[in-house]
């Protein structure tokens, strides 16, 4: 199963009641394994669950650390990127010359890395006191 047929497949299980914008995610680890998650929201506002992070949820679940690939995908006219919050925390788990893949359900792909995406992200080397 490809990254976008995994993204494509989560993205149908979404929970969104209130915006009726589906998304789903898929990461691939350096080993191949691939994680999903999908967007869940909440009638209290923030309280939703992004679907990136519901990936990177099920990864950290399996023991998992690192991402070597992402892909995003939903019903927009163009790919959808992730929101800046999903961005940092894409970067916690992936170097900035991760691939990130963004799409929409008509095929449309846009291909970039993750430093493209969230460039000067904060990182770990930021809290070195030194």
């Not at 976008?4 to 915006?19: G, K, L, M, Q």
């Not at 009638?43 to 990136?52: D, I, L, N």
């Amino acid at each position: 199963m490809t990254l976008r047929d995994a993204a494509a497949a989560v993205r149908e299980n979404a929970y969104a009641p209130y915006s009726g914008f589906k998304v789903g995610a898929a990461l691939r680890t350096p080993g191949g394994q691939v994680f999903t998650g999908c967007n869940v929201e909440n009638v209290a506002y923030p309280e939703g669950t992004c679907a990136e992070a519901g990936a990177i949820a099920a990864m950290i679940a399996a023991g998992e650390t690192l991402i070597a690939e992402a892909y995003v995908i939903a019903d927009s006219p163009e790919p959808v990127p992730p929101c800046g919050g999903c961005r940092q925390k894409l970067a916690e788990f992936a170097g900035l010359d991760v691939v990130v893949t963004l799409a929409n359900l008509v095929g449309v792909e846009k291909v970039m890395t993750l430093g493209q995406l969230l460039p000067g992200a904060f990182g770990k080397g930021h809290m070195d006191p030194a």
